[in-house]
């Protein structure tokens, strides 16, 4: 059976690591112009309902560089729009391409695509989570702070997609989590009830200072998220204090690192001074999308480095 990449819950902390370690390898080998062309001859097709820059362009250039060629489907384009079964989209792009990654709304698509599928699915975000955003986050830790371990993280804002990759993230790796979101915003609740059953170390609080005292990473995301534009004035109202901006930067720890998956909007959700500020990797981390990625086709597609 093949292995896919819906959420983080379903891979082990070892698994994550092991992507982790692969990750640093691919990312030297690329920086010093090796070749390393684990999934030559392999095609990866992208399915995309939602826009993208990051997620479209780093699985694209990623699959290059790694000898394989991708494919750009939108769903507005294939039959899929049209309303082709999703089981029968599934079987037929299995007779073509070596993996899928897929940008959709509802998460269920994704379950779906993977059920029917015989080849290896990747979640290149839903309206529940984005897990490949996550594990570029978390690569940017280890290389900013040497490990992911032993420190504590804060998520202020919506509890959309990205919080609940946190959190999921979080319930498998164990680390410690606070999460800050207005009353009405919060978490799933079934993503937290998961996790609590996996013995999660995290605080969920409508308090954005709580959430950042000390905190070693500071991760934030736009109010409105895709599918949500209708809902941009409400919100602006509902997250007023949520902004991860100079305060709540100086009541986190003062070697903290502001993480933001982008696009982001300044002014909003962060300031135009944390963002350009010193203790924002957030170019990093847009970065590491490519090399996470590339580590993740490897081991769902391909053959090991040897
Ligand atoms: N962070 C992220 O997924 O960016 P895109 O929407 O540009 O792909
Ligand atoms: N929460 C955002 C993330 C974008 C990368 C969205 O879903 O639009």
Known sequence: MNKDFLDLSQWSAQELEDIFDLTRDLKARQKRGESHQLLAGKTLGMVFEKSSTRTRISFEVGMYQLGGHALFLSSGT??????????????????????????????????????????PVINGLTDLTHPCQIMADLFTVIEHKGSFRDLSYCWIGDGNNMAHSWINAAAVLGFELRVATPKGYEPDAAIVERANKMGANILYTNDPFVAAKDAHVLNTDVWASMGQEQEQKIREKAFAGFQLNQGIVEAADRESIVLHCLPAHRGEEITHEVIEGPHSVVFDEAENRLHVQKAIMATLMGKSLC
């Open 78 to 119: 294939t039959q899929m729009g049209r309303g082709e079964p999703i089981e029968d989209t599934a079987r037929v792009m299995s007779r073509y391409v070596d993996g899928l990654m897929v940008r959709t709304y509802s998460h269920d698509i994704v379950e779906q695509l993977a059920q029917h599928a015989s080849i």
